[in-house]
């Protein structure tokens, strides 16, 4: 009898739905880069997770919950690249 392989499940942050890992998109916060994108989702350090979709992505993209989260404060800019990072990064994957 073949076992069932074991499917890691992620919160999205932005609307809270339980998924496989691989369906969603990481957002890291590194001490030496900065908040980044991980498409890889292997990037060192504290990580969220916000669907791939785009359905959720920056406009249902609260910043106190990914401060939160990620425990880091945006500044203006920081969190205007980021948003743009995520569009950019939903519309090559489509």
């Known amino acids: 009898m073949a076992k069932n392989k074991h499917i890691p499940l992620r919160?999205?942050?932005s609307c809270?739905?339980?998924t496989a890992k691989r369906?969603?998109?990481r957002i890291v916060a590194t001490p030496s880069v900065g908040i980044v994108v991980d498409s890889s989702g292997r990037v060192n350090g504290r990580g969220?997770?916000?669907c791939?979709?785009?359905d959720c992505g920056s406009d249902g993209l609260h910043r106190g919950r990914v401060e939160h989260v990620?425990?880091?404060k945006f500044e203006d800019d920081n969190w205007n690249e980021l948003t743009?990072?995520?569009i950019?990064?939903?519309e090559t994957s489509r």
């Open 48 to 50: 969220a997770y916000v």
């Open 11 to 13: 919160t999205c942050v």
């Open 70 to 72: 990620l425990r880091v």
């Open 84 to 86: 743009d990072s995520i």
């Open 88 to 90: 950019q990064f939903v």
């Open 16 to 18: 809270g739905k339980k």
């Open 23 to 25: 369906e969603l998109l």
């Open 52 to 54: 791939r979709d785009g």
